[in-house]
């Protein structure tokens, strides 16, 4: 069984930082990619920022210069730190990895899910 576990959302005033964690744990073989979403009232799931196995990124042009991803590959663990914070990041941060587990079969990655954190940034 595997899980991930968030922590970190906060509510936080206008040009405040913060960091999301997010540790996978359970009968974890290896992980691939590993990412942060973000989802907010009325709007669709998007993508924050991606992470690989080898610390390649990629994010989204809204948060490029104020969040960085990065990830303790020791740990299973991804962090989102984000800086310079404005009201339209508030949201609902999920974190999700794709993995295989000591039972997989085959050479399939499966993406895993985190439960969500709030964020809410105040003007």
């Known amino acids: 069984h595997v899980q991930l576990v968030e922590s970190g959302g906060v509510l936080v005033q206008a040009g405040g930082s913060l960091r999301l964690s997010c540790a996978a744990i359970g009968s974890i073989s290896s992980i691939n990619v590993m990412g942060w979403y973000r989802q907010a009232p009325g709007k669709q799931r998007e993508l924050v920022a991606v992470?690989?196995?080898?610390?390649?990124?990629n994010a989204a042009d809204s948060v490029k210069g104020r969040f960085t991803i990065s990830r303790d590959n020791a740990k299973n663990t991804v962090y989102l730190q984000m800086n310079s914070l404005k009201p339209e990041d508030t949201a609902v941060y999920y974190c999700?990895?794709?993995?295989?587990?000591?039972?997989?079969?085959?050479?399939?990655?499966?993406?895993?899910w985190g439960q969500g954190t709030q964020v809410t940034v105040s003007s």
């Open positions: 992470i690989t196995s080898g610390g390649v990124t």
């Open positions: 999700n990895a794709d993995l295989r587990t000591r039972e997989s079969v085959g050479n399939s990655w499966f993406r895993y």
